[in-house]
């Protein structure tokens, strides 16, 4: 994570999220470190590798494909073509994630943002959003 700043770690969501990774996929090969990445799930696709990130529910579907998307765009520039699943086991939905020309396009525009962020000597001023309640950063940006 940027600057060593990581989410709480006994966050009660961020813990849900071990279980699940524990609980469900027993028989795929869970969570693969990359650089700056990590991988929940990695399966055998017909063609292909499928890289997965396993979510609780389809609440931040957005920003969990923008993640995959994400994964998928950094191992692309290595030369590693893959495909994306977004797995969420308890509404049973699998949903796959291909990296067009245009998620590729927002995935750049997200990444340029995100290094002006990094770079730049203070951090955006905090603003409250209904993603606050839970995050597992929420400290960080209220203390």
């Not at 849900?16 to 795929?28: M, Q």
């Not at 998307?69 to 291909?98: H, N």
């Not at 525009?109 to 597992?136: E, L, N, Q």
Request: charged share 40%.
């Amino acid at each position: 994570m940027a600057h060593e700043i990581n989410p709480e770690q006994d966050n009660p969501l961020v813990e849900l999220g071990r279980i699940f990774h524990e609980y469900f996929y027993k028989r795929e090969k869970k969570e693969v470190s990359l650089e700056g990445m990590k991988i929940d799930l990695l399966k055998k696709g017909e063609e292909n590798y499928i890289i997965c990130e396993v979510k609780k529910s389809s609440r931040f579907e957005l920003s969990a494909k923008m993640q995959l998307a994400y994964s998928i765009y950094k191992l692309r520039e290595k030369g590693i073509d893959v495909r994306g699943e977004l797995l969420i086991p308890k509404e049973r939905k699998r949903i796959g994630i291909e990296l067009d020309e245009d998620l590729e396009r927002e995935i750049r525009r997200a990444v340029t943002d995100i290094g002006r962020i990094m770079s730049s000597d203070k951090p955006p001023p905090a603003r409250k959003t209904r993603y606050c309640r839970g995050c597992a950063y929420r400290y960080f940006c209220w203390a």
